[in-house]
C-alpha cells in the first residue's frame, strides 16, 4: 500500500534541498517593471520577476514556455540572454520560469 504522504514529502525534502545547494543567495525582487522575454520561438510575452541572483532569475507569466530553450529578457537598461531550466504552474494560476543567465547586458536610452 502506498504512503499518500510520500509525494509531498519528496516534493518538500527536494525544493528544500535545491534552496541549500544554490551557490550564491537570491534577492527577492517580486514586483512588476517593464519586463519583456523573447522565447527562442520568437515570440514575446510579459512577466514579473520574482527572484534574481548572478546566475538565474525566476520569472512569473501567464505564459506555459519550453524548458531548456534559450531566451532573452529586456528590462529597463538591461537585456539577459538565458536558458529556461524549468516552468511549472504555481499557487496562483501562473507559471514559474527558471532562467539560467548565460550573458548580460547593459545600456543607457538617451
Known amino acids: 500500500m502506498s504512503n499518500p504522504n510520500k509525494a509531498a514529502f519528496s516534493t518538500s525534502v527536494s525544493s528544500q534541498e535545491e534552496r541549500e545547494r544554490r551557490s550564491e543567495p537570491r534577492y527577492d525582487v517580486n514586483e512588476y517593471s517593464d519586463i519583456l522575454f523573447l522565447t527562442a520561438s520568437g515570440i514575446s510575452y510579459a512577466a514579473r520577476i520574482m527572484d534574481i541572483s548572478r546566475s538565474g532569475i525566476r520569472l512569473r507569466s501567464k505564459m506555459l514556455v519550453t524548458a531548456d530553450s534559450d531566451i532573452t529578457v529586456y528590462m529597463k537598461d538591461m537585456?539577459?540572454?538565458?536558458r529556461i531550466c524549468y516552468?511549472?504552474?504555481n499557487d496562483v494560476g501562473t507559471f514559474d520560469i527558471g532562467?539560467?543567465?548565460t550573458?548580460?547586458?547593459t545600456w543607457r536610452m538617451e
Open 99 to 101: 532562467v539560467l543567465i
Open 79 to 82: 537585456c539577459l540572454e538565458g
Open 103 to 105: 550573458d548580460l547586458r
Open 87 to 89: 516552468c511549472k504552474p
